[in-house]
C-alpha cells in the first residue's frame, strides 16, 4: 500500500505563496491534488501524469497554481501564487496505482495523502 503524505500548509496572506509537497512511499502514477474547504465537496485541483507529459488544473486555479513531480524522490508539489481567500482548504495529494491521464475524476486515484490546511486570510 502506498502512503502519501503532505506538506508545506500554512497561514499565508492574499496574494502570498505556498508550496505544498506529498512525498509517496514508493511509485506511482497520476499524481493530484484535491481541496476541500468546510461544508463544501471536495473539488479537484490539478494532476499529472508519471512522465509529466500533461498536466490538467481546474479552472478556478489555473495561471496560479503549478503541478509539478520529481519521481527520482517519489514527491509531487503544487507550487501555489497569488493565493485567494477562497483557496483555504484542506489539500489533499492523492495518486493512481497504474497509468492513466492527468484526469479530475477522484475515482482515479487510489492512494490519498491526510490532508494538509492552506489558509489565505484577506
Known amino acids: 500500500q502506498v502512503q502519501l503524505v503532505e506538506s508545506g500548509g500554512g497561514l499565508v496572506q492574499a496574494g502570498g505563496s505556498l508550496r505544498l509537497s506529498c512525498s509517496a512511499s514508493?511509485?506511482?502514477?497520476?499524481g493530484a491534488w484535491f481541496r476541500q474547504a468546510p461544508g463544501r465537496e471536495r473539488e479537484f485541483v490539478a494532476a499529472?501524469?508519471?512522465?509529466?507529459?500533461?498536466?490538467n488544473y481546474a479552472d478556478s486555479v489555473k495561471g496560479r497554481f503549478t503541478i509539478s513531480r520529481n519521481n527520482a524522490k517519489n514527491t509531487v508539489s503544487l507550487q501555489m501564487d497569488n493565493l485567494k481567500p477562497e483557496d483555504t482548504a484542506v489539500y489533499y495529494c492523492?495518486?493512481?496505482?497504474?497509468?492513466?491521464?492527468?484526469?479530475?475524476?477522484?475515482?482515479?486515484?487510489?492512494?490519498w495523502g491526510q490532508g494538509t490546511q492552506v489558509t489565505v486570510s484577506t
Open positions: 492523492a495518486a493512481s496505482a497504474t497509468y492513466s491521464t492527468a484526469n479530475s475524476y477522484s475515482g482515479t486515484y487510489k492512494y
Open positions: 514508493e511509485r506511482t502514477f497520476t
Open positions: 499529472i501524469t508519471r512522465a509529466a507529459t500533461n498536466t
